[in-house]
């Protein structure tokens, strides 16, 4: 799920941090960006001063908003670190000042809190500031794959049509409607905002489970949940297991057809909890989208329990949505080609493969939207089922089915110096071949080109649910010195 994580929660930051009579380029945010190695509020700082030496408009001076603002929010009045309270990619192989915070750990949807604080507001809302974007280069208009060739042919996603057996494919739509009474919205915080994904989510655990290690199950879960604790995940109900099957057999087939990357996972599927399976799904998040403007922001899927370069197969039941892929472009190519953004439409009884690479390259999305096509299920709810809270005709249920790597047991993640475990991400913009001045070779578009190899860093997310202070702990991922694999390079 999503985190503050990524270079446009950055932009988004230096935004908020900037008074309202400021406006700045992109350009200008992500120079001062790179100028000041990621430091937001240093950032904000370069930005206003241009703009007070160019304009002389403000009479405020950015210093003493800067402290207004934090000493505003905190509980001890102690003007803070915003950076040092942004679990964010780094930007440099310089770490960061470690501010160990004292930690009040939340339980729960209520999230009890140490200090008066806004109310929870929309992720969306909260991104959508007031960006005047001048790109330097055009920006390639989004462009819609409207059939599985089309996916297949521009993105490294497969898409499958009528997947199910319809009546499986309603009833499990149905029985998911029914759990999703009990979903949350999940919360984090973003800096000092208490922000909510506008859409319900939940986990669900394949049983029986694996080497029956539930304390490994426990650690995946409060991971999941941005490091949540007290949250339980829940069984596959019967027709998700059925469901589970075909998807396996789907994606195994696709999988034998495509190039393998040497970090995929190359476990042995003779292993008896590999089931002759080169990829096998043992968990799956659950996602509800009710009405056209519930959706999910930019992002890409968190590696830490599934490991780099992961598939992952995504089942859409219900109302037609669109799942927007953005291609994220690499430091040694900003300037030189645009991002392209693909549409692909989601029907009822849908699965698309992200195969792997897909969250080394793109972060994927569902955008809200102004109208919906309403859903007109071929099959009515089963009998046993009590009726329904929410519309049928109105929501969206997606289950991303996917693969918790035993190499990347919760015991073996490293821990942050807030005490919790680390988040693995992916380097997308090629920041560790750019800093070791490296050409491994840049990408292109398209599931056929050439990938640049992706690096990988675990980075303190303590913040999430901390009020948003982390410790800014990171580290590059080192496999061989990790004692990961094997992988795929390895058979
Ligand atoms: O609803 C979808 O298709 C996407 C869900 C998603 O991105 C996620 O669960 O991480
Ligand atoms: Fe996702």
Same mark, same amino acid.
């Given at each position: 799920?999503?985190?503050?994580?990524?270079?446009?929660?950055?932009?988004?930051?230096?935004?908020?941090?900037?008074?309202?009579?400021?406006?700045?380029?992109?350009?200008?945010?992500?120079?001062?960006?790179?100028?000041?190695?990621?430091?937001?509020?240093?950032?904000?700082?370069?930005?206003?001063?241009?703009?007070?030496?160019?304009?002389?408009?403000?009479?405020?001076?950015?210093?003493?908003?800067?402290?207004?603002?934090?000493?505003?929010?905190?509980?001890?009045?102690?003007?803070?670190?915003?950076?040092?309270?942004?679990?964010?990619?780094?930007?440099?192989?310089? *770490?960061?000042?470690?501010?160990?915070?004292?930690?009040?750990?939340?339980?729960?949807p209520?999230?009890?809190?140490?200090?008066?604080?806004?109310?929870?507001?929309?992720?969306?809302?909260?991104?959508?500031?007031?960006?005047?974007?001048?790109?330097?280069?055009?920006?390639?208009?989004?462009?819609?794959?409207?059939?599985?060739?089309?996916?297949?042919?521009?993105?490294?996603?497969?898409?499958?049509?009528?997947?199910?057996? *319809?009546?499986?494919?309603?009833?499990?739509?149905?029985?998911?409607?029914?759990e999703a009474r009990d979903w949350s919205r999940n919360?984090?915080?973003?800096?000092?905002?208490?922000?909510e994904s506008p859409h319900r989510a939940s986990?669900?655990?394949?049983?029986?489970?694996?080497?029956?290690?539930?304390?490994?199950?426990?650690?995946?879960?409060?991971?999941?949940?941005?490091?949540?604790?007290?949250?339980?995940? =829940?069984?596959?109900?019967?027709?998700?297991?059925?469901?589970?099957?075909?998807?396996?057999?789907?994606?195994?087939?696709?999988?034998?057809?495509?190039?393998?990357? *040497?970090?995929?996972?190359?476990?042995?599927?003779?292993?008896?909890?590999?089931?002759?399976?080169?990829?096998?799904?043992?968990?799956?998040?659950a996602n509800c989208y009710e009405?056209?403007?519930e959706?999910v922001?930019?992002?890409?899927?968190?590696?830490?329990?599934?490991?780099?370069?992961?598939?992952?197969?995504?089942?859409?039941?219900?109302?037609?949505?669109?799942?927007?892929?953005?291609?994220?472009?690499?430091?040694?190519?900003?300037?030189?080609?645009?991002?392209?953004?693909?549409?692909?439409?989601?029907?009822?009884?849908?699965?698309?493969?992200?195969?792997?690479?897909?969250?080394?390259?793109?972060?994927?999305?569902?955008?809200?939207?102004?109208?919906?096509?309403?859903?007109?299920?071929?099959?009515? *709810?089963?009998?046993?089922?009590?009726?329904?809270?929410s519309?049928?005709?109105?929501c969206?249920i997606?289950?991303?089915?996917?693969?918790?790597?035993?190499?990347?047991?919760?015991?073996?993640?490293?821990?942050?110096?807030?005490?919790?475990?680390?988040?693995?991400?992916?380097?997308?913009?090629?920041?560790?071949?750019?800093?070791?001045?490296?050409?491994?070779?840049?990408?292109?578009?398209?599931?056929?080109?050439?990938?640049?190899?992706?690096?990988?860093?675990?980075?303190?997310?303590?913040?999430?649910?901390?009020?948003?202070?982390?410790?800014?702990?990171? =580290?590059?991922?080192?496999?061989?010195?990790?004692?990961?694999?094997?992988?795929?390079?390895?058979?």
């Open positions: 799920m999503d985190g503050p994580e990524d270079t446009d929660t950055l932009l988004a930051l230096i935004c908020s941090l900037l008074p309202d009579n400021i406006a700045p380029t992109q350009q200008s945010l992500l120079d001062a960006l790179l100028q000041t190695e990621g430091d937001v509020e240093k950032a904000a700082e370069i930005i206003s001063k241009q703009r007070s030496n160019s304009k002389r408009k403000r009479n405020v001076s950015l210093d003493g908003w800067l402290i207004r603002a934090a000493s505003s929010n905190d509980a001890n009045g102690q003007p803070s670190s915003l950076q040092s309270r942004l679990g964010t990619e780094p930007f440099s192989k310089k *770490p960061r000042s470690a501010n160990a915070t004292t930690s009040t750990t939340k339980t729960g209520s999230l009890p809190l140490s200090r008066p604080v806004k109310p929870v507001e929309n992720l969306l809302d909260v991104l959508r500031q007031p960006l005047s974007v001048v790109p330097s280069v055009p920006r390639l208009p989004p462009l819609t794959l409207s059939n599985p060739s089309l996916v297949a042919q521009h993105t490294p996603c497969t898409h499958h049509l009528g997947i199910l057996p *319809p009546e499986l494919a309603c009833r499990l739509f149905y029985t998911m409607l029914h919360k984090w915080w973003l800096v000092d905002r208490l922000v986990l669900y655990t394949r049983h029986p489970v694996e080497g029956n290690d539930e304390a490994a199950w426990q650690g995946i879960t409060r991971a999941w949940y941005n490091g949540r604790r007290g949250e339980v995940s =829940k069984p596959f109900p019967s027709p998700m297991e059925e469901a589970c099957r075909i998807v396996e057999k789907t994606v195994n087939a696709e999988m034998c057809k495509r190039k393998r990357f *040497p970090l995929e996972w190359g476990g042995d599927p003779d292993d008896p909890d590999g089931q002759g399976l080169t990829w096998r799904a043992n968990f799956a998040a009405g056209a403007k959706g922001g930019f992002h890409s899927d968190r590696l830490t329990s599934i490991g780099p370069y992961p598939t992952i197969a995504s089942l859409s039941l219900g109302t037609r949505r669109v799942f927007r892929l953005r291609e994220v472009i690499a430091l040694d190519e900003v300037g030189k080609r645009a991002a392209q953004t693909f549409d692909i439409p989601l029907p009822h009884n849908s699965l698309c493969i992200m195969h792997a690479s897909t969250q080394e390259r793109f972060k994927h999305s569902i955008p809200p939207r102004s109208t919906i096509d309403r859903f007109h299920p071929p099959y009515p *709810p089963p009998p046993e089922l009590p009726e329904l809270a519309d049928p005709g109105n969206r997606n289950i991303t089915f996917q693969f918790f790597r035993p190499d990347f047991h919760p015991d073996t993640i490293p821990r942050c110096k807030c005490g919790e475990m680390t988040t693995l991400r992916p380097d997308m913009k090629g920041r560790q071949r750019e800093s070791e001045g490296s050409d491994k070779g840049s990408r292109s578009p398209g599931s056929s080109g050439e990938h640049a190899t992706t690096g990988y860093w675990w980075t303190c997310t303590a913040g999430d649910q901390n009020e948003g202070k982390g410790c800014g702990f990171w =580290k590059v991922m080192d496999v061989k010195a990790e004692g990961r694999g094997p992988f795929v390079s390895d058979l």
